[in-house]
């Protein structure tokens, strides 16, 4: 599902809502047609992963970075979940690969290479939701193409919702929702939408 619209809309307030960052003070939100209240907040933190316009980076290795998203992970592990969001090419080229420490806030690296790290963080977790919040507004065109390659690898089998103020961003979406004044005023395919 791709949520689109003007700032303020309230397209971030419903993937707030999703992550049970706060619940809903009145209906529901059903999950594979179950409450998500009825369900433990262990569950719902450990099946959910998120991607912020502006990724938190750790001032540890790009290997450790990723690792995060599943401590017990192993090397093997980290680099194809680097590979799956195409990662691991700008990483074998720093000067010591994964084990390349980031700086303070990951002064190191670039917007754009930030964002492909905190991808692969929530990839290597596995979620079972998935969330990008604005993750491709503050990257170059490129970059933007490789995030976009790499959603493609990872978004199969998952619920996901993807904000976007880019159409190339939620092109591909199953389901693009207009979110004007907190209230949906459009909803379909991207080709229902233009034709529209």
Not at 34 to 46: A, E, F
Request: hydrophobic fraction near 40%; include cysteine; glycine fraction near 10%.
């Amino acid at each position: 599902i791709a949520l689109v619209g003007p700032t303020g809309g309230g397209k971030s307030t419903i993937v707030s809502l999703l992550c049970r960052f706060y619940e809903p003070t009145s209906g529901q939100i059903l999950i594979n047609g179950v409450d998500y209240r009825k369900r433990s907040l262990h569950w719902m933190q450990s099946s959910c992963g998120i991607v912020l316009q502006t990724p938190h980076v750790f001032s540890t290795t790009v290997g450790d970075n990723i690792r995060y998203g599943r401590l017990d992970a192993t090397d093997e592990d980290v680099v194809r979940a680097a590979q799956m969001v195409n990662a691991d090419h700008f990483i074998r080229e720093m000067d010591h690969g994964y084990q390349t420490q980031v700086g303070e806030g990951g002064v190191k690296l670039s917007t754009g290479q930030k964002q492909l790290i905190a991808l692969a963080r929530a990839i290597l977790a596995d979620p079972q939701l998935f969330v990008m919040d604005e993750a491709t507004s503050s990257v170059d065109t490129e970059t933007e193409g490789l995030i976009q390659q790499g959603l493609e690898n990872v978004l199969g089998g998952r619920i996901s919702f993807i904000i976007a103020h880019r159409l190339s961003t939620s092109r591909s979406a199953d389901s693009i929702v207009l979110i004007e004044n907190g209230m949906i005023s459009e909803q379909g395919t991207h080709h229902d939408l233009i034709a529209r």
